[in-house]
């Protein structure tokens, strides 16, 4: 059977179903969210004269809810204008309009007996075949749809969404006693394909698969912070990026997810999992119950582990409950991975650690390592799935298994039972087996350790990826030390950057050059694309920083002009060059996606000419492309300034888009030519596909453009007259209308005395210019300097 989803129904309002509706409309779907309706008017409306009969206060929890949840940041949405496809109403009134939707996703308050109370309304609204899933956290499926008719179970199970739902990828799909394959199968495919996500089936067991490892993980460091005698900031540190965890770490983490949320699911699983091993590991420690009384739940009610007081951020001390300034924490461990870029090889280190540090990650990780490998196969039968929630669902760079085989599995087995545990049997029969990993590589495929078969399986899913990690040496064609040139077969090569922050310096530029060159004599076409955290953060500004300082404005010149050639050639060249960014894709990254045949972004794409950040323009063709773009645009009897402004402010005021979507609204991206590619695992697979269709089609290299439209001392004029008065009202700085003056010399084609048709070099050597003699600027380098050492932008 085809099934097609054009509408879905949500029900339930709250922070996690706003999301879920706004992640739907994102995607495109028209969206129905439905709320309770108020028992009793609010004092404003009581005082216009309202009933509890209006409209307008039937629907006032869903409207407030969804308004909120629009307002609040980072925002659940795409872009604004996506907000359009989501209808709101109440449960009383408007359930009948169910009847219309393909899938009905209940997002009530976690109680049983409510959640039965809303599938019984739903089955006499629903039309036969319907999906109807419930987003629970904890509730198992199986008694939610006791009493329901054949075809309600047939089309029911749990869908978990995680919160926000528009940025953590984990979609768990938990099936009740009778959903159907064909359900199950359906809405795997569509969580990857559509809704971005990883898609992992688990088993109706208390709290699944993500929550169930990751509050044992938070549960167990808050028995062992106590037991070291460590504070949370230590905890943190520990905790973060240098293991390829989010920023936020532990502490931080739960502050921002609610300490009540936690306590609940914790509470859960301690109820209903007496038979686990690590069962009264999940009892709350004192400070935990001691902070619930006192409401410190994090950051809905002001404070929880740590608490801003001003400017400062303060510490909870777990011993005396009492706030303190926060303590800078560091470790000789740490220190020895500084130099280790990649997050999977530190852990051999961090275990062998001789200090407080290295205990704690041998106590931590033999703990987990232990509890992942006993939960085989209560709530998965596949260990791939442990992993893919975790990083998924927790934002962990690296699952339990992938950091247990980095450590070495027999290594694993050694630090656990130093700590008086011991693996699951199976780990110790995969052994014996003679399989010495859970994983391994085979022709750019993951495999997985199969527990009944004993052998290594083909981890689902992938055909539709392409995995760089799997394929960087393999396939490689190519490399320097900033690049590397993999082969991804009929005839396109990929270029992944390797430079720190994926930064845009000289062995980069070589490596785009000799990537066009290959593709040029002995391929098809090339795909411009990374998998690390960001695409790019732009050029490399400490490269342009030392020479400015140096004042050697001659290499500096050659520096811009290799790069500008670049972008150029990235434009012109015999084969189609497709680049795909996402994450942060700033200044040097922009202007590539600015110059490609075709971009195939994330949809997770942060955008954005930053230059001026920098105290400098865009100077790698950014100003040059954008003027050209507004020229584009220009139509007979249109207020071309106008329509060249809104480029210039762009530019001048360093907007960054927070979507690929919003991307296309400041013109970074262009409707008819970019696409926008949902789940990020999915986009190289897809660049290469649309670089193999142009090159099949028959690529023809592009003329170089002699007709882009500068308007001259009209546009200047303009430009220079905004920029004064925004001086006078003190928006911006001295030096700030330096550099857009800079800029708008640049973009309005210099001073010519009339709108004159120019050449895209005439514009790049004007841009060159700007460049150059802001280097020569004081306050620039200062703002450099300042972006070097504190990593965010200087106001002077």
């Keep these: 059977m085809k099934r097609t989803i054009k509408k879905v129904a949500v029900i339930g ?50 409207n407030e809810h969804l308004s909120n949840s629009l307002k609040s940041k980072p925002s659940p949405i795409y872009n604004q204008k996506f907000a359009s496809r989501i209808t709101t109403g109440n449960t009383t009134d408007d359930m009948a309009k169910i009847a219309a939707v393909d899938w009905i996703i209940e997002v009530v308050v976690e109680r049983l007996d409510i959640k039965k109370m809303v599938f ?163 009892k709350l420690p004192d400070f935990v119950n001691k902070m619930m009384e006192n409401k410190w739940l994090g950051s809905k009610t002001g404070q929880g582990f740590y608490k ?17 300034a926060a303590k800078k924490a560091s470790f000789a ?38 509890y992942v490998s006993n939960r085989i196969p209560e709530i998965s039968d596949e260990l791939y799935k442990i992993d893919d929630a975790m990083k998924a669902g927790f934002g962990w760079e690296n699952g339990p298994f992938e950091i247990w085989d980095a450590i070495g599995v027999e290594k694993g087995i050694e630090i656990m039972k130093a700590e008086g545990l011991e693996p699951a049997a199976w780990v110790t029969d995969m052994l014996a087996s003679g399989s010495s990993s859970f994983y391994t ?118 520096a811009i002009k290799m790069f500008q050639d670049t972008m150029m050639r990235v434009r012109y060249s ?33 955008m954005g000419l930053v230059e001026f950040g920098v105290g400098v323009i865009p100077g790698g063709g950014g100003s040059k492309e954008m003027a050209l773009r507004a020229s584009d645009l220009f139509h007979k009897n249109d207020v071309e300034l106008n329509v060249l402004q809104e480029y210039f402010m762009t530019v001048a005021m360093a907007k960054v888009s927070t979507s690929a979507y919003e991307a296309f609204d400041s013109g970074l991206l262009q409707h008819g030519k970019d696409i926008v590619v949902v789940n990020k695992d999915r986009q190289i697979a897809e660049a290469k596909k649309h670089a193999l269709i142009m ?38 700085s001295e030096h700030d209308r330096k550099i857009a003056n800079k800029l708008a010399y640049v973009m309005a084609g210099g001073d010519l005395s009339e709108p004159t048709l120019v050449t895209e070099q005439y514009i790049l050597d004007l841009e060159r210019e700007a460049f150059l003699s802001l280097c020569t600027e004081r306050k620039t380098l200062e703002r450099i300097q300042f972006m070097l050492t504190k990593g965010k932008p200087l106001r002077n």
């Excluded at 011993?319 to 303190?324: A, I, K, Q």
């Excluded at 500084?338 to 106590?363: H, N, P, Q, S």
């Excluded at 007709?707 to 546009?715: H, I, R, S, T």
Aim: aromatic letters at 8%.
């Design 574 to 606: 015999g084969i189609p060059v497709v680049v795909a960014p996402h994450g942060m894709t700033f200044g040097g990254g922009c202007e590539m996606s600015l110059h490609a045949d075709k971009v195939v972004a994330a949809a997770e794409t942060y």
């Design 308 to 324: 801003k007081e001003g400017k400062e951020i303060l510490s909870l001390d777990l011993d005396t409950l009492e706030y303190r």
């Design 120 to 282: 019984e309304q739903i089955e006499k609204f629903r039309k036969p075949g319907t999906l109807v899933t419930s987003n629970t956290s904890g509730i198992p499926i199986h008694f939610m749809s006791e009493g329901r008719s054949e075809d309600f179970q047939k089309h029911f199970c749990g869908t978990h969404f995680f919160n926000p739902a528009r940025y953590l990828k984990l979609f768990e799909i938990i099936p009740g006693p009778q959903t159907s394959s064909e359900v199950l199968d359906f809405l795997t495919d569509y969580g990857s394909k559509f809704l971005g996500k990883t898609s992992v089936v688990a088993k109706d067991t208390p709290a699944f698969i993500g929550n169930r490892i990751g509050i044992y993980g938070i549960q167990s460091l808050f028995h062992l912070v106590k037991e070291m005698g460590l504070t949370i900031e230590e905890v943190d540190k520990l905790t973060g990026p240098v293991i390829g965890r989010p920023k936020s770490a532990t502490f931080r983490t739960v502050d921002v997810v609610g300490l009540d949320t936690l306590v609940h699911v914790a509470n859960g699983i301690y109820e209903n999992c007496p038979n686990d091993e690590q069962h009264e590991l999940f």
């Design 695 to 732: 090159a099949e089609a028959g690529y023809t290299q592009p003329i170089r453009r002699n007709d882009v439209k500068v308007l001259g001392k009209q546009a200047l004029g303009m430009f220079l007259v905004g920029t004064d008065q925004m001086q006078a009202g003190k928006y911006i």
């Design 441 to 558: 590589i085979k022709e750019g495929a993951t495999y997985f350790y199969n527990i009944p078969t004993k052998s290594q399986t083909k981890v689902p899913g992938q055909d539709a990826f392409i995995i760089l990690n799997n394929i960087r040496e393999s396939k490689k064609v190519w490399s320097n030390s900033g690049a590397i040139i993999q082969d991804l077969g009929d005839g396109i090569l990929n270029l992944e950057f390797q430079s720190k922050m994926n930064t845009i310096g000289g062995d980069v530029l070589v490596a785009i050059n000799k990537a066009i060159d290959l593709s040029e004599k002995e391929y098809q076409g090339l795909v411009i694309g990374n998998q690390a955290a960001n695409f790019s953060v732009g050029a490399n500004i400490g490269m342009i920083f030392m020479m400015a300082v140096e004042q050697e404005y001659d290499e500096l010149n050659m």
């Design 333 to 370: 461990t740490l220190e020895l991975t500084k130099t280790i870029d990649k997050t999977i090889d530190r852990f051999k280190v961090l275990v062998k650690g001789k200090d407080k540090a290295g205990e704690f990650y041998r106590k931590s990780f033999a703990g987990m390592f232990a």
């Design 13 to 62: 309002s709250g922070i996690m179903g706003s999301g879920i509706a706004c992640h739907f409309a994102n995607i495109g779907v028209e969206v129905l969210l439905l709320d309770i309706v108020p028992r009793e008017l609010t004092e404003a409306e009581a005082k216009k004269g309202l009933t509890l009969d209006s409209k307008i206060v039937r629907n006032r929890l869903v």
